[in-house]
């Protein structure tokens, strides 16, 4: 079982930026991707940025450019950098964790790990 739990998230005026976090905890073995997605009510979850156990990164059209996905392992935290935020990038935004590599896809199926959830608000 592994645990996410996002912060971070807040309310910015246009190009601002925030730092996004998700802590992780549980058992995690072997080779895994954690990600960032991103849903506004009513629309489809929106893979935003992926990152694999081994360091390679992968990136939605949204985030190019303009986010940048890391992770501290000592600290078991992923981050999600933001920066040049516009009001389209309001939304909810969500840390999940998927074993093996193919979450670099960000394919939500992929992953089967979840957390709750960050708001960002962008204003113009």
């Known amino acids: 079982q592994v645990q996410l739990v996002e912060s971070g998230g807040g309310s910015v005026q246009s190009g601002g930026s925030l730092r996004l976090s998700c802590a992780v905890s549980?058992?995690?073995?072997?080779?895994?991707?954690m990600g960032w997605f991103r849903q506004v009510p009513g629309k489809d979850r929106e893979g935003v940025a992926g990152?694999?156990?081994?360091?390679?990164?992968s990136y939605g059209d949204v985030a190019k450019g303009r986010f940048t996905i890391s992770q501290d392992n000592t600290k078991r935290t992923v981050y999600l950098q933001m920066t040049d935020l516009k009001p389209e990038d309001t939304a909810m935004y969500y840390c999940?964790?998927?074993?093996?590599?193919?979450?670099?896809?960000?394919?939500?199926?992929?992953?089967?790990?979840w957390g709750q959830g960050t708001q960002v608000t962008v204003s113009s």
């Open positions: 999940a964790f998927g074993q093996g590599y193919y979450g670099l896809s960000l394919q939500s199926d992929e992953f089967t790990y």
């Open positions: 990152i694999d156990s081994d360091g390679a990164m």
């Open positions: 549980g058992y995690i073995y072997g080779s895994y991707c």
